[in-house]
């Protein structure tokens, strides 16, 4: 059974809308675009490259995939990460794209829950959600996460849209890896283990 991993950038409040740059995301008004950069480091650079070595395959949103479509095919091939963001099987969920001009590049039909039900059941490595919010929350509401690898970084945006939103599923997480950057971000893998417990003091 493949694993199927939510992979995200977010601020210390839970944000995580637009990292990457100032006109990644603007929805909603949003002005805080290319939060990440300043508050990032090498170590959290590592950690990132570390999660796509043991997956083969992306799941993404429209969004998130209109913005690496553009991006990534004409990136710096000097960079590591552009032949393997490009080589690797994309599966993007959308409702209004009815062609994929990116490489690998495949488009879910039918009901999405269902469609990555399937992909579970298929041969082959890890899948990586990276970005994609809203797919995230459908993907969360249907028990099909196995796995949170997260960097939290230590800034504060206040507005924007948050992996963990309001009408989340309550859910029990089980630590498997966290560590600290240099810069103070915390990078943290987490599996889910079933309903929260309740109890007082």
Known sequence: MRKIIVCTFLSLDGVM?????PDEDAESGFEHGGWQKPVSDDEVGAAIAGWYEPSDAMLLG???????AAYWPTADP????????NSMRKYVASR????????????????VADAVRELKASDGGDINVVGSGDLAQTLMRHDLVDEYRL??????????KRLFA??????????????TTK???????????????????
């Open 17 to 21: 809308q637009a990292p990457g740059g």
């Open 62 to 68: 429209r969004k998130t995939y209109d913005i690496f």
């Open 78 to 85: 000097g960079n590591p990460f552009t032949e393997r963001m």
């Open 96 to 111: 209004t794209l009815t062609s994929l001009e990116w490489e690998n590049s495949t488009l879910l039909e039918g009901d």
């Open 151 to 160: 960097t939290i970084h230590p800034v504060i945006i206040g507005t924007g």
């Open 166 to 179: 309001d009408g989340a599923v309550p859910t029990a997480l089980e630590p498997v890896g966290v560590s």
């Open 183 to 201: 810069s103070g971000t915390v990078v943290g893998v987490y599996r889910p283990t079933g309903r929260p417990g309740y109890d007082s003091y």
